[in-house]
C-alpha cells in the first residue's frame, strides 16, 4: 500500500484497514508457524503497511 493511498482514505477507512491488516499479520504469523507460509516477506510488507496507517493515523488526530 501506498502512501498516496493512505492519504485518500478517511480516518474511519484508515481504521478498518488496520483491523484488516492486523488480523492478516496474525494469520501470517500462525502459518509461518506451522510451515506452511509461501511468501515470507508477505509479513514484513504488511507490517510496514500497518505502520504507514498508524503512523497517518496519528498526524491526523493531532490536526
Known amino acids: 500500500m501506498k502512501a498516496s493511498e ?4 478517511t480516518l474511519v477507512e484508515l481504521n478498518n484497514k488496520l483491523v484488516d491488516l492486523q488480523k492478516e499479520l496474525f494469520n501470517l504469523r500462525f502459518q509461518h508457524a506451522v510451515n506452511q507460509l509461501d511468501n515470507p516477506m508477505r509479513i514484513k510488507a504488511v507490517k510496514k503497511d500497518i505502520a504507514r496507517i498508524k503512523t497517518f493515523i496519528r498526524a491526523q488526530e493531532s490536526k
Open 6 to 9: 493512505i492519504k485518500d482514505m
